[in-house]
């Protein structure tokens, strides 16, 4: 596929979203302009026979085109989102750190957000791989890696698959390692059921229920919670960038995934955030667990937080990653 249709392909998904009606066509808006156009100049990657990038996008070798945003000066910070999210859901992280002296960066995983939405390749290992693919076409070195949710499993298949040459540090916050679903290694797991539950429910209509997750995700089904329609909208816009089928097939990927052997090779400093009260991805299974595993890890639990924490307790989150940072 060449840069022109890409270039056409992702300014198609940018203003049909834009174009969608209410309040949720207007927080897909503001994502869409805090990502930017990818810009027309290329250059090459280290390996210019396979990869190419542009200022704000790189090409992998199986075509796929990968965008992220890259803000201030300073030590390196990399973001890997959540499932059905973009790097825009890192936001609130982005703009307090490049504030504090450091340089950040997010993609939009392959499938979500403004990336290509390929019919293949849409497993952990491709992603790692993505990622991989970026860091190195950045020449990013000492870079500390945080990753949320799936994106927490994309940073330990990372670390497992390429290993921690570039990596100083890393930060799993509210990750789906070691395992999701239940099984004989992991009795402990959710059912199969739950994720084939989502399967159906993205099937079926996934923009309802991307509508629905917003609830347990922020945790504003709990009684005392004070629900922000805006925080739902911009989740319902970002979850309607990925493409069905890239979102489909992810479902399996950060449930049915075992991150034990990637989190035995994590072999650097790594902050473990989990939420006490997180409904999508439980602490007992997920972050404890994790922390038990991890080398020289640090486990700090946010009491009755949500899954969707770095948004509901941005600052407290803020503050600990700056920390952790800094030491």
């Known amino acids: 596929m060449s840069k022109k249709i890409e270039r056409e392909e992702i300014s198609s998904r940018r203003k049909l979203l834009v174009s969608a009606a209410g309040v949720a066509a207007s927080a897909a808006g503001a994502v869409l302009v805090s990502s930017g156009a990818a810009a027309a100049s290329t250059v090459s990657a280290p390996d210019a026979s396979a990869e190419k990038r542009t200022i704000n996008s790189i ?39 490049a504030s504090n002296g450091y340089r950040v960066i997010a993609h939009d995983r392959r499938g979500h957000g403004l990336s290509s939405q390929p019919w293949g390749g849409n497993d952990m290992d491709t992603y790692a791989d993505d990622l991989a693919t970026l860091i190195d076409s950045l020449d990013l070195k000492e870079a500390t ?11 330990a298949r990372y670390i497992g698959r390429h290993g921690s040459k570039r990596v100083a540090k890393a930060v799993l916050v509210g990750a789906v390692p070691p395992q999701m679903v239940k099984s004989a290694n992991n009795p402990n797991g959710l059912p199969m059921s739950v994720f084939d539950g989502i399967r159906s429910a993205v099937l079926a209509d996934r923009s309802q229920f991307f509508k629905d997750l917003t609830l347990p995700f922020y945790g504003y089904n709990r ?41 035995k090779k994590m072999d650097i400093p790594t902050l473990i955030v989990h939420g006490s009260d997180d409904q999508i991805v439980p602490i007992d299974t997920a972050g404890k667990a994790s922390a038990k595993i991890v080398k020289n890890a640090k486990l700090i639990i946010y009491e009755g937080a949500p899954h969707g924490l770095p948004t509901t307790h941005k600052d407290r989150l803020n503050a600990d990653l700056l920390a952790f940072l800094k030491s």
């Open 223 to 263: 009684p005392d919670s004070k629900p922000s329609q805006g925080v739902r909208d911009t989740f319902w816009a970002q979850g309607m960038q990925c493409g069905i089928k890239n979102a489909y097939d992810c479902i399996k990927q950060f449930s049915e995934t075992d991150f034990t052997d990637d989190l």
């Open 59 to 97: 090409t992998t070798k199986d075509g796929t085109v990968i965008h992220f945003k890259d803000w201030g000066t300073g030590p390196v910070v990399v973001f890997s989102h959540g499932w059905p999210l973009q790097g825009d859901a890192w936001e609130d992280q982005m703009m307090f750190l």
């Open 145 to 155: 890696l945080v990753g949320h949710s799936t994106g927490g499993g994309e940073v």
